[in-house]
Structure formats: structure tokens, C-alpha cells
């Protein structure tokens, strides 16, 4: 799992990405009578301007194509039928306006909730519902992709730096993610160079001595204690003063 872009359509976003948009629309079918399929993107209900896109893409002779707000729908994605209908006061456009982590507290159905919190679970509550996937961070890209996973069990995950641009409070949520897909009977092996992270792990096989050319050879694995004893290993060797300050916080 790597910082590469989400795949999805165009009128992906984080809601259909953890499969709750279905379940929204058929909250607000229940709710105002009308059917589940005109609260999408893709169908009669979608504003036929902009297709459901919510803005327009101008292309320009020699310049990048202008993107400009759907002046019929005005950004809202929908027709006027389906923008009159509301779920406890709330629009389709309303919800997907909303950051997972209001949608979270505004909707009470279990399953629509426990997908939601998947995303903040991920440290992702900031998202609005509605976000294009494709105008996400590389590392909101790789944490969406974690939040799709968190039910699943027997898996092998293969992360690949996953730590790179995260701030220490963000590694520390990723880290109990690790956990929960760990305990939950799943495998995730991990290339990271972060010492927070090599503590943290059951078993360490670390390559060296050195990079490229220069290393290729498996210098010493084992549990992280295992690895810190290592004195021919430079991860060994940061890893002791980690474990060292680790050992004495937690005797003080």
C-alpha cells in the first residue's frame, strides 16, 4: 500500500471509497420517498449540466483547461427536485459538505457510522464526504486506502514507507491502525527506516551494511531488542538509544 493515487472515477470521494454513500442515499429514500438511485451522481437526479460534477471544464487553445463552478446547479451536483428533499433537515449536498467526522455525528444508522469512523480511525476526519479522490495528499491517498481495510481479516499488506510526510501525532494514529489490522488476524510487513515504527514490530530483518551497492546483506533479525544488540547494524545501534530512552521513561 504506497502513496499512489486512489483509483476510482471521477465522482469518487471518501463516502463511496469505504461504501457508505449507498447506504446514505437509501437513508434519504426512506426519509422523503423518493428512490435511492436520484440521490447519485449517475443518474436522473445528477444536474444534467455538469453531470453530476458540480463544475464545468473549459479546455483553452495552448493553456491548461479552466475549471469553473456549474452555474445551473451551483456546485451542488443535483437537480432542484432532489436538493428540496432532506434527511433531519439536511440535503444530498448538505451531507456531502459535511467533514466524516460531522457526517459521523449526524447519522445514526450503525453500518453508515461504523464506515464513517473508518475514516476517522485513519485520522482522516477532516475530509468532506463529497471530496474528489483525486485531489487527495499521497499520504491521504495511502490512509483512505487503510480505512477500506480495517474490517477484513487474513490479509497480507505490504506498506511501503508509510510514514513520509505524516507529523509524529498522525504516525502514532498509524501505528494503532497497524495494531487493529494486526490483532485482527492479518499480516502487514512494512519498509520504514522510522524508529518508532521498528519498535513497534514483532520481527525486524534489517539489511546493510550500507545502501545500494553497498548493502544487500541481511545484517541481523529478530525482535527489535534482538536487532539493538546488533553492533555491525546502524539500525542496531539507533535502535539501542531508542529502546534505552523507551526503557527509561517508562522505570521513571
Known sequence: ???????????SNPATYVEAFGLIRKAFAQATGKAAP????NSKGAC???????FLKIEMHFLDAVIVTCDACGGKRFVPEILEARLRGKTIADVLEMTAAEAHGFFPEPEIKRRLGMLLDVGLEYLP???RLDSLSGGEAQRIKLAAELWKKGRIYVMDEPTIGLHAADIGKLLRIVDRLVDAGNTVLVIEHNLDVICRADWVIDLGPEGGKRGGR???E????????CKESYTGRYLAQRLGRWHIRATT
Open 48 to 54: 444534467p449540466a455538469c453531470r453530476g460534477n458540480g
Open 129 to 131: 464526504l463529497g471530496q
Open 1 to 11: 500500500m504506497d502513496q499512489s493515487p486512489v483509483v476510482g472515477s471521477a465522482r
Open 38 to 41: 436520484l440521490f447519485s451522481f
Open 218 to 220: 541481511v545484517m541481523v
Open 222 to 229: 529478530g525482535a527489535p531488542e534482538t536487532v539493538a544488540a
